[in-house]
């Protein structure tokens, strides 16, 4: 028996393929696929990307093809982009009547289409009590590749809200027929479950939460029925161009049983042995009459086990190029869902390709989870077994290029290994390729640069060969081009740098800091205590350079560059062997720059003399008291400019030739000292002896005969070597008859030109003697005349 409001609700069958261009679900037919085609085309996707693989699809018992019109209680639908509360953008949608009751506006409260094609399911008929009508059911064999299947759908009814808790209760079922893994029996089981519970989804188990209009007192409380699901319910306002279906199915955002927090429709879920065949039942109807339809929209592509995914996680962004010890791969196997009775194990094969020039092991290295300890370990063999270990959704292998591969420079290796994976269907392989190159570091060495008041162009020195891609100057003051390790630059003021350098890759990387120091050139001067001096001449030379702190060098050396020295301390003391002129050319430099200096060049500013040589001659040659000897000086040098005698007797000259005499009582010898010193003190001296000698005599005869015989005429006193002579005769009568001072004059008995008499004539001599200049001696006698 209808319901009385049902009776009134009745719609004829609608033919439109699709709503208006404001509705947001859409129908279109099943295009004339069978129903096999339409499962590998909608609801499953291939089966290496899916997992699962589906066989015997029928629809209603019949595998032959679907209606190509939307009069059809299957099709596709797509949901557009305005109506945001529907949670599914596209897939299969199965209805009570027809597919055309699903598209908006929601304006009326029991759109329907009679379907009365005789189908019918005892699984189905199982979850109600009452006559189910208007049925559809879509059916297909699969076999998954984890052991576990799931799919994403959403329920939708016109019976909402009014109906709830009424026997107006249309019901679905998700019915897998097989071995079951839990109770390790063969059996069908309902996997269309109110998320966290055991209760079939349907009108009287998940609703608003209150009773319906027409719930005919119902309070759903009976089995299988429950009014505390209503926050997997939603409403679906009057009037919306979303869909013509009064409410629907939802798992919120961020519910526990949402997956990646978003909002989702339901999920049905199912352990399975895998690699096993089972039956899968997707089954709609209605409730005791045949009016107020229902729907059930599945997810696109949504029919899966949990796959393998895998995902290449490069430490650097350089894709496929791996470099030496600076990046690896983390190869990561991912399962989406998995049966956590088994592990999945995989192969990998280093020896499937030629791989030229590479080497196992030294080129590359590859550390995976060991089937056997299920440790991370480091692959040795040219073949690895690893897995998936029961417990985990998880694995992953790791590809590097180790510290012992040997590059030619500039040399790329190609590296291609085999992975395979065990499926139900036979192994699946996978080509990972990778290009290895080596990696130099990046060595940036820290600096001190010096400049002289402006530095314009400024270089970071980097021995390490790294590819440097990528620069910074902190801070970047007055640099040109602070992306690069050279650059112009403007800097005036003392300043540090931080230079920061790495390649494209952001592995290798360096720091260095570069000081620069910005000074004025110098102002050169330096004192020496003297300029002039004799061999060796020893000078004390003392920078006065401003500023303090500036570096020095002095350049010593001669004109014929015999001699040349340099310098490098602000004081030192320097001694110079030999004879001449010296340049000295003084540098200073307050920075390591070329034109950051002074210079002073001193041409001939030192004088070193040579020594004269002193030498003397005297005439007479053989000397003799109080007679002057002449001393002539001999001497050899260059500007002599003193001369100092000492005789040996007390006496000294400073004439250059003197005239001395010697005054001794006897035959002495003397020694005589002659010293010569030139312009520069530069002295000598030389000394010479010779012997004076005393030649005085005093001898007066007593007699002689003036008679011109030729013997004795003569008187004639011998007294040499006088200062002083003065001889007379007296007669005796004392008269002077005869006088002369000359030594060598004799008295031949005359006066005044007449013979004297015979007889005794007195003499008188006074004298002095050249020992005793200053002293006059008087002696007499007498001499006898004979004629």
């Known amino acids: 028996m209808k319901h009385p409001f049902k009776s009134l609700l009745f719609i004829g069958i609608l033919l439109l393929t699709a709503k208006s261009g404001i509705a947001q679900i859409t129908v279109q037919s099943p295009n004339g696929w069978t129903p096999q ?92 009590t009452n006559t189910v009508q208007g049925m559809s059911k879509l059916e297909f064999d699969f076999k998954s590749i984890s052991g576990m299947v799931q799919f994403e759908y959403s329920f939708a009814s016109e019976e909402y809200p009014e109906y709830t808790c009424s026997s107006y209760n249309d019901v679905f079922g998700f019915f897998i027929t097989g071995f079951n893994p839990v109770t390790l029996t063969d059996q069908s089981w309902n996997i269309a479950l109110i998320p966290g519970t055991t209760f079939p989804v349907t009108i009287n188990s998940l609703n608003s939460g209150v009773p319906g209009v027409y719930s005919g007192g119902g309070t759903c409380s009976g089995a299988n029925q429950s009014l505390a699901y209503s926050s997997f319910y939603c409403s679906v306002p009057t009037a919306s161009t979303g869909m013509q279906f009064d409410a629907f199915t939802v798992i919120p955002a961020d519910n526990i049983n949402a997956q990646d927090n978003l909002r989702s429709g339901l999920f049905a879920q199912a352990r399975v042995l895998y690699c096993t065949t089972y039956h899968m039942k997707l089954a709609i109807g209605n409730v005791a009459d045949n009016s107020l339809d229902s729907g059930v929209f599945i997810k696109e592509g949504s029919f899966r086990a949990p796959r393998i995914d895998v995902d290449h996680r490069y430490t650097l962004e350089s894709n496929d190029t791996l470099y030496k010890m600076c990046n690896e791969d983390t190869v990561t196997y991912t399962l989406s869902r998995r049966d956590p009775s088994r592990a999945y194990n995989f192969n990998i094969y280093t020896n499937a390709f030629p791989n030229p020039g590479v080497v196992f092991n030294q080129d590359y290295q590859i550390y995976y989870t060991s089937s056997v300890t299920h440790l991370f370990t480091q692959m040795t063999t040219d073949e690895a077994f690893f897995h998936l270990p029961a417990d985990s959704l998880t694995t992953f292998m790791v590809v590097k290029v180790p510290e012992t591969a040997v590059f030619a420079p500039g040399e790329v290796k190609t590296l291609k290994l085999l992975l395979s994976m065990e499926t139900c269907w036979g192994n699946k392989y996978d080509t990972l390729t990778y290009y290895l190159k080596d990696n130099h570091p990046i060595i940036l060495s820290d600096q001190v640069i010096n400049g002289c008041e402006l530095l314009s162009t400024i270089q970071v020195q980097e021995t390490g060969g790294g590819d440097v891609q990528n620069v910074t100057w902190i801070p970047s003051t007055n640099i040109t081009n602070p992306d690069q390790l050279s650059s112009p630059c403007n800097i005036t003021d003392s300043i540090v740098y931080t230079v920061i350098a790495q390649d494209d890759i952001n592995c290798r990387i360096d720091t260095a800091t570069i000081t620069v120091n910005i000074t004025s050139p110098p102002q050169s001067s330096f004192i020496a205590d003297k300029t002039s001096g004799c061999a060796p001449l020893t000078v ?248």
């Not at 699962?52 to 596709?76: C, D, E, H, M, W």
């Not at 500013?605 to 001999?634: C, H, K, L």
Request: aromatic share 14%; net charge negative.
């Open 37 to 128: 085609v339409f499962l590998e085309n909608v609801l499953v996707l291939p089966t290496p990307i899916s997992g699962v693989q589906v066989t015997n699809g029928t629809f209603n018992t019949s595998a032959a093809a679907l209606p190509s019109t939307t009069t059809s209680k299957i099709g596709r639908f797509t949901n557009g982009p305005a109506f945001t509360d529907f949670p599914i953008s596209s897939g299969i949608i199965m209805t009570t009547g027809n597919i055309t009751v699903a598209p908006g506006p929601n304006n009326s409260d029991g759109a329907s289409v009679p379907n009365s094609d005789g189908t019918t399911d005892t699984q189905l008929q199982s979850l109600t």
């Open 540 to 787: 004390r030379f003392t920078s006065t350079t401003e500023p303090t702190f500036a570096t020095f060098q002095f350049i010593i050396f001669n004109d014929s560059e015999t001699v040349r020295d340099t310098i490098y301390d602000p004081t030192f003391t320097y001694t110079f062997t030999e004879p001449g002129y010296y340049n000295v050319t003084y540098f200073s430099k307050t920075a390591d720059v070329g034109d950051c200096f002074d210079i002073i060049d001193n041409n001939h500013y030192i004088y070193v003399s040579d020594f004269p040589v002193a030498d003397f001659t005297y005439m007479p040659t053989e000397p003799t008291n109080g007679r002057p000897i002449e001393f002539t000086n001999q001497s050899v040098g260059d500007g002599i400019v003193t001369y100092y005698w000492n005789f040996g007797d007390g006496s000294t000259s400073y004439l250059e030739n003197p005239t001395h005499s010697y005054h001794i009582n006897s035959d002495e010898t003397f020694n005589v000292l002659f010293k010569v010193t030139n312009n520069y003190d530069c002295s000598h001296d030389t000394l010479k002896s010779f012997i004076v000698v005393d030649n005085y005599a005093f001898f007066v005869p007593n007699a002689f005969t003036p008679n011109n015989d030729g013997n004795n005429d003569l008187f004639l006193p011998r007294v040499e070597d006088v200062l002083k002579y003065h001889l007379i005769i007296y007669n005796r009568y004392g008269e002077a008859i005869f006088q002369t001072i000359n030594p060598d004059e004799p008295w031949d008995g005359t006066h005044k030109f007449e013979k004297c008499p015979a007889g005794v004539y007195t003499w008188v001599i006074t004298y002095r003697k050249y020992a005793e200049p200053d002293t006059e001696l008087r002696k007499n006698g007498t001499v006898t005349l004979v004629r």
